[in-house]
């Protein structure tokens, strides 16, 4: 799935996910997005895959070392 740059694209995959029979909300969908775009910023940053970040639920960013020891999160209200 290429990473939706607006609402428009967020729309977009929403409908081809319903199609393939995938339910998924526009909440999670851009949750998934941020998700994304950390972990690119983070490999691109430390120049190779060093850091992951994963979305631990829909407040909760988690991010890890390459040996899964957890280097912090990031929480809160996302409207």
């Known amino acids: 799935m290429a990473i939706p740059e607006n609402m428009e694209e ?29 972990q690119q910023y983070l490999i691109a940053a430390e120049e190779g895959f060093y850091d992951t970040v994963t979305l631990a639920d829909d407040r ?5 070392k390459c040996d899964r020891k957890t280097v912090g999160d990031v929480s809160g209200s996302w409207h």
């Open 10 to 38: 967020i729309n977009q995959e929403l409908g081809r996910q319903a199609a393939a029979g995938n339910q998924i909300t526009e909440r999670t969908l851009i949750l998934q997005t941020v998700q994304q775009l950390l």
């Open 60 to 64: 909760t960013l988690i991010f890890f």
